[in-house]
């Protein structure tokens, strides 16, 4: 067995902090591949290689007593009945032969710590693979059957997609290590449930079988132990039911729809795509065709001029139409705000003040807001004041 050099050298320093003596770590052929003495890093050590072959404690009385070796004592590391390397310390014989025992326990608990570590790592980053392969569109069948069958996961079992996201849209995707962490302790009762970790989120394949019970109470339940642990709000989406491990990318689709529309509407918590609700409307419309719509009501409008129009719309429809509500909360005079509707109907030909335009209105501001959110995701960015050249708006309706 090959243990990393890094993980030597911590080793040996970190004894080196107990016993104030020179520590080397060897291989099981005798080669010094981690020292708190790094000039003898690499060097052959005759007596670690017997300690290796004879499974005892080598001692060395002198330098000139083996090959390459120097006075001290030199312990074979066993992970059960296998030697993984020898651990020696550096000093006269009757000094540090009362420690070799100790710093062989001590690096036989140390080794296998890291070791596990190392499968955890493995096992994570596998099942990471497993999950991106699974959640696309296009992948690998062969690396999917290599990964599952090394991870003895079911691809024959029903799943569903859930996708778990920062509500904020500035929020930083930081704590890796605390959402892996909460995500193993939370789905661990479930052996047939497979997360991953990214820089966006985590996203999980849930057990969908029949005698499973229903996954809102379960992710509700992790979204609260997210927020203390992250110290910020969690969305999370669910796709639909996937009985073919080859379609579980629409349920990651749909996963990923839902959870944008909590974001999109700043609202933390669990939402299944079955009720977006009128956020089905809207997420699912084609972004060219919302361009086309869009462009349609806002011919010739510049951004700035639109996002004014918006915010005197937006308090018009909260106070159901009431001028002098929608007033005082912007802190204009009544006219003013009837001057600034005409002009909104004037400049787009949809007058807010109608029940049929209103409603137009309202769709082309959501799917603006909508397309705006999803392209500053992905770092894109549209104006709409020089779209459909030439156009009239009052034959555009």
Known sequence: ??????????????????????????????????????????????????????????????????????????????????????????????????????IRRMTEILVRENLDQMTRFDQRMMQTNLVNLLTAEQH???????????????????????????????????????????????LEPSEHTLHSVSTQGFCI???????????????????????????RGISIGIGGVRHDADRYWTSHRQATTAVDWLRFTERSGVLDYDDLGYGLLVSSMPADEADRFIASVFAGVADADIDAYRAVFDAYTRNNGAIGRAADE??????????????????????????????????????????RFQRASRGGTRSYADDTPGVDVQSAR
């Open 1 to 102: 067995m090959h243990i990393d050099q890094r993980i030597a050298q911590t080793i040996v320093e970190s004894i080196k902090g107990i016993i104030s003596h020179d520590i080397n770590f060897f291989d099981t052929d005798g080669v010094m591949t981690a020292s708190t003495d790094l000039t003898r890093i690499g060097s052959f050590h005759d007596a670690a290689r017997l300690a290796a072959r004879t499974k005892r404690t080598v001692a060395v009385d002198h330098n000139a007593q083996f090959a390459g070796a120097r006075s001290g004592v030199n312990a074979p590391v066993m992970l059960g009945d296998q030697v993984v390397a020898v651990i020696g310390i550096t000093g006269e014989r009757h000094d540090v032969e009362p420690f070799g025992n100790v």
């Open 140 to 186: 690998d069948p062969s690396l999917v059957e290599y990964l599952a069958s090394s991870l003895h996961v079911d691809l024959h079992r029903p799943r569903r997609v859930a996708v778990g996201r920062c509500t904020s849209k500035d929020a930083s995707s930081s704590g890796r290590d605390g959402l892996y962490t909460v995500l193993g302790e939370a």
């Open 205 to 231: 394949l849930l057990d969908a079988a029949p005698d499973e019970p229903e996954p809102e109470p379960l992710l509700e339940s992790l979204r609260g132990l997210l927020e203390r642990e992250l110290g």
């Open 330 to 371: 912007l802190f204009l005079h009544k006219n003013t705000l009837q001057n600034r509707l005409n002009t909104i109907a004037r400049r787009t030909g949809y007058n807010p003040r109608d029940l049929e335009d209103h409603a137009v209105l309202a769709a082309a501001f959501l799917l603006r807001d909508y397309l």
